[in-house]
C-alpha cells in the first residue's frame, strides 16, 4: 500500500469524503484496528502488558500466539526441524522437536487474568477499557509448531483471515512481535481459497488496501519468504525497533532503573507479571538463552559455568526489562498525533523520513547474531554496536524530540489505575481540542481555537511545535512558528510562498504537573487553499 492511499484510507474513516477535500474539524475519531501476534519471549510478555493497559486506544481484534528463530513448540507427532545458524545450531546441537517453548505456555492469557483482577479499577479511569471476556474472546492459538511455517491453518491464523476480509471500515493493522507465520498462513489462506476465481482481482485489491504490516523484523522468515514474494503490494510500516530498556543508554536510562520499576511498574496483579533482571523466573525452565531471571542470584562466571549465554550486559536486579516490540503499536495509541494515520507524521514511534527511503522500498530483516564466540568464550557478551548503529540511524530521521519519557509515564499512570479504585487518587490526562484540519491562503493570518483542560484541576504546561513532516518545505533560512506558543489558542501566518495543496503541520503539546506526569497533544495540519 502506497502511503497516499493509506493517507486516504485513514482519512475517510475520520469522515472525510476525500483526501482531497480538507475539512475545518473532524467530530468523530475511529480507533485504528489492530491484532497483535506474538511468542512468549520475555519483551513480548512486557510489551503485551503495555499494549494490555492501552488498551482503550485500539479496536483490539487479535491476540495471537505465535512462532518465530527463537522460539517454537512442536506439532506433537515428534517431528524435527533443523535450520543452520539457528540458535541451536550455534549451540552444537542437532534438529529439535521443540525450542525454548513451554508445552503449557500462557503468558497472554495470564496478563488478561491480571487484568481481570484490576478491571474495575481501570474502568474508573477510562470506560473505553475492553472486558475481559472480549480479549479473551479474541485470543487464539496461531501457527507455533515450527519456525516459518504458515502451510498449514490455525484458529490464529483464521481469526487474522476473517478480519482481513470482513467489511469494517479502515486500515487493519498486523503486528508481529515474533515470526510472521500467522499472519503468512492467513494470506497464503486467502490466495489459496481464492486466488482461481473471478473475484480474485476485487479480494488482492481490498488486502493490498487494507492490511497494514507492523513487524518487529522479520523473525522467522515468512515475510521475506512468502509475504514479500506473493504479496509485494501488502504496505509495511517497519517501525518496531523502537524499544525501551535493553540497550537503553541515554538520558532516559531512569526509567527502566530499579527503582522507577519498582516505584510504577511493579504494582498489583499486573504489575507482578511484568519482567525484570534477576526476578527468578524463566519463560521456559533452565533456558540457556534466557539469563534474565537467574541473574538476580548468580554471578556472570557463574552463570557461565551453569551453561547460560551471556548475550547482554547483566543489568541490576529489578531492572525493568525492555518491552522491545512496543515500536510496533507505539503509533496506535491515542495521544493526539495520531501518527498512525501516515508514518511520515512522526510519533511516540519516531518517523519515517521519506528522504531516506520509502517503507515500500524494502523489506524488513532482522539482525542474525553471530553467538559462537560467546560460546566459545572468544566475547563476554554480544556485540551489539551493529544493533546500536542501526538505532542512531534512525534516531536521526526524529524530527522532533525523543519521546520516552512521555509513553513511559504514560503506561507508568496506567498501572496506578489498575491498583486504584478512585478516580480522584490517581492521574489523568489532560484534554485537549481542537482543529485536526484546516485550510488557509498563502500569507493569511489565521486563527487555531485550541483549548486545554485538566480533570485533575493541575497545572498545564503548553508548547506550541512546527513539526517539519508536511509537504510544505521551508528553506534554509526560514523559520516557523505560531504566534504565542505557550498559550492553546494562537494565531499563525502562513508563509507567503505556500503553494496550493502543500500541508503545514503544527502540534499543540500539553504536559501536566501531576504524578506522574501526563501528556497530550492536538496535532492541526493546515492545507494551503487554491
Not at 95 to 122: G, H, M, V
Not at 306 to 314: C, D, E, N, Q
Not at 360 to 366: A, C, F, Q
Request: proline content about 6%; overall charge negative; hydrophobic content about 35%.
Amino acid at each position: 500500500m502506497k502511503i497516499h492511499s493509506f493517507v486516504c484510507l485513514a482519512v475517510a474513516a475520520l469522515g472525510f469524503s476525500a483526501c482531497s477535500a480538507p475539512q475545518e474539524t473532524i467530530e468523530t475519531y475511529q480507533k485504528p484496528r489492530t491484532i497483535v501476534t506474538c511468542d512468549p519471549e520475555l519483551d513480548d510478555n512486557n510489551s503485551m502488558i503495555r499494549f494490555l493497559l492501552h488498551a482503550t486506544d485500539f479496536q483490539i481484534d487479535g491476540l495471537v500466539y505465535t512462532s518465530s528463530r527463537f522460539h517454537w513448540l512442536n506439532d506433537g507427532s515428534g517431528k524435527t526441524q533443523f535450520i543452520e545458524m539457528s540458535e541451536y545450531d550455534q549451540l552444537g546441537l542437532g534438529p529439535q522437536t521443540s525450542w525454548r517453548f513451554a508445552e503449557n505456555e500462557r503468558f497472554i492469557d495470564d496478563i488478561i487474568d491480571a487484568y481481570e483482577k484490576c478491571y474495575a479499577n481501570l474502568k474508573v479511569h477510562d470506560p473505553e477499557y475492553p472486558t475481559p471476556e472480549y480479549l479473551r474472546s479474541v485470543t487464539a492459538w496461531g501457527n507455533c509448531a515450527f519456525e516459518g511455517d504458515y502451510s498449514y491453518d490455525t484458529d490464529g491464523s483464521n481469526l487474522i483471515k476473517q478480519n482481513i476480509l470482513d467489511d469494517k471500515p479502515g486500515p487493519l493493522f498486523l503486528q508481529a512481535w515474533g515470526g510472521s507465520s500467522s499472519i503468512a498462513a492467513a494470506l497464503r489462506s486467502i490466495a489459496d481459497e481464492y486466488k482461481d476465481k473471478p473475484e480474485w482481482p476485487e479480494i488482492l485489491k481490498k488486502v493490498n488496501e487494507k492490511v497494514i504490516l507492523n513487524l518487529s523484523g522479520d523473525q522467522d522468515n515468512a515475510y521475506n519468504k512468502y509475504i514479500a514474494v506473493e504479496w509485494p503490494d501488502i504496505y509495511v510500516q517497519n517501525l518496531g525497533f523502537n524499544t525501551m530498556g535493553r540497550w537503553d543508554q541515554s538520558e532516559y536510562a531512569y526509567l527502566t532503573s530499579p527503582e522507577w520499576t519498582a516505584k510504577y511498574m511493579k504494582q498489583g496483579p499486573i504489575g507482578e507479571l511484568v519482567r525484570t533482571w534477576g526476578d527468578g523466573k524463566q519463560m521456559v525452565k533452565d533456558d540457556v538463552m534466557d539469563p534474565i531471571g537467574p541473574s538476580g542470584t548468580m554471578t556472570e562466571d557463574e552463570l557461565r559455568a551453569a551453561g547460560y549465554v551471556l548475550w547482554s550486559k547483566i543489568q541490576p536486579k529489578g531492572t525493568l526489562y525492555s518491552d522491545g516490540d512496543s515500536g510496533c503499536f507505539y503509533q496506535l495509541i491515542d495521544n493526539g498525533l495520531r501518527a498512525w494515520m501516515d508514518p511520515t507524521w512522526g510519533g511516540w514511534s519516531g518517523r519515517w523520513d521519506v528522504k531516506k527511503g520509502k517503507p515500500e522500498s524494502g523489506h524488513p530483516t532482522y539482525m542474525l547474531t553471530d553467538l559462537r564466540p560467546i560460546i566459545r568464550g572468544e566475547a563476554k557478551e554480544m556485540d551489539m554496536s551493529a544493533f546500536r548503529a542501526m538505532m542512531g540511524e534512525m534516531k536521526e530521521d526524529h524530527t522532533f524530540p525523543n519521546m520516552n519519557p512521555e509513553r513511559n509515564l504514560s503506561e507508568a499512570a496506567r498501572m496506578i489505575w489498575s491498583v486504584t479504585p478512585k478516580f480522584e487518587d490517581a492521574n489523568h490526562y489532560p484534554k485537549v481540542t481542537g482543529p485536526l484540519q484546516m485550510t488557509a491562503h498563502a500569507g493569511e493570518t489565521i486563527t487555531i481555537p485550541a483549548k486545554a483542560t485538566d480533570p485533575d484541576g493541575d497545572e498545564l504546561t503548553l508548547q506550541w511545535w512546527y513539526f517539519p513532516v508536511g509537504t510544505y518545505v521551508l528553506t534554509n533560512d526560514q523559520a516557523l512558528s505560531v504566534d504565542n506558543p505557550t498559550q492553546a489558542e494562537t494565531t499563525v501566518t502562513i508563509p507567503a510562498d505556500a503553494k496550493p495543496g502543500e500541508t503545514i503541520h503544527f502540534v499543540l503539546q500539553a504536559q501536566d504537573n501531576g504524578e506522574p506526569q501526563l501528556t497530550r497533544y492536538l496535532r492541526t495540519i493546515i492545507t494551503i487553499a487554491e
